[in-house]
């Protein structure tokens, strides 16, 4: 009975706290949700009202209206996409590269590239400034990739570096002994067991670049390569917050955030459940 009854105030214990970390997490979603939907007097009024009394479509409306906001869109899911893809190839061979083969320097390398991680963004913002200077990639999609992938890159190495040390060894040499040749072992025998670490590297890739706001802000001039995440700061202007439209385009710019999420959390759960028979 005592043991039972130490057992139910345990789970309701941690049911309280998982209960306020959800709140704690939600809160701010939820806020920035309600206050998309209210009047523009009803987002002033003091002390603030949780739930919208007079619900609106207004602040979405304009948003949607507005062209540059669409094009700011359009400019994040290159940039986004764009950096996923080039991150997935150069991480997988670049991880499998230092997981199957030893040479000089190879571990001085690999923790130069999480040093490379580890520096605070402030500081290389002036270095990668002038490089993509010198090399006219300024406002341009291909700069802002390649400036992107220091971010996403080094711990897509570390995870897939990690995740490919775990895997047998003996198949891979098996498939080589049957006439595969390094890169179809690669293709064909090791990516097909790796699809929990690829959705998480891919993932993780994604909404890094999707949110990334200082590097975009620095390295971009005007309306024209400007993401969501650097046009969100332009309601912040002489006149004040626009809290209604900054809240709407908010809701609005983390919809597709989630959606891939969803869809790599899903591509997780199926490759998990793929993989938990092999052998």
């Known amino acids: 009975m005592n043991r039972r009854k130490k057992i139910t105030i345990f789970t309701v214990v941690r ?103 580890v520096l605070p963004r402030v500081s290389v913002i002036i270095p990668y400034y002038i490089i993509l200077k010198e090399m006219k990639l300024l406002n341009t999609y291909q700069g802002l990739m390649l400036v992107y992938l220091t971010i996403c890159l080094p711990v897509a190495v570390w995870m897939l570096k990690g995740y490919f040390d775990n895997l047998p060894v003996e198949v891979e040499e098996a498939a080589v002994v049957d006439g595969c040749s390094p890169f179809g072992v690669l293709v064909k025998i090791v990516i097909p067991m790796c699809k929990p670490i690829l959705a998480t590297v891919a993932m993780n890739a994604f909404i890094l670049s999707w949110n990334e706001f200082l590097f975009a802000l620095t390295m971009t001039d005007g309306k024209a390569m400007r993401p969501i995440a650097v046009g969100l700061a332009f309601f912040i202007d002489e006149m004040g917050v626009h809290w209604g439209e900054l809240m709407a385009a908010s809701m609005l710019m983390s919809v597709p955030a989630v959606i891939f999420f969803s869809l790599a959390q899903n591509q997780m759960v199926r490759g998990l459940s793929a993989g938990a028979v092999k052998g």
């Open 15 to 117: 049911l309280a706290f998982i209960g306020i970390i959800c709140t704690f997490s939600l809160f701010p979603v939820l806020w920035c949700l309600s206050t998309s939907l209210k009047t523009e007097s009803e987002i002033y009024r003091l002390p603030p009202s949780w739930i919208p009394e007079i619900v609106t479509l207004k602040h979405y409306k304009e948003i949607l209206g507005r062209s540059d906001m669409m094009h700011y869109f359009v400019n994040t899911v290159i940039l986004s996409t764009g950096t996923t893809l080039i991150t997935m190839v150069v991480s997988v061979l670049a991880a499998y590269g230092f997981s199957r083969y030893k040479f000089t320097g190879c571990r001085c390398l690999i923790w130069t590239i999480l040093f490379a991680r």
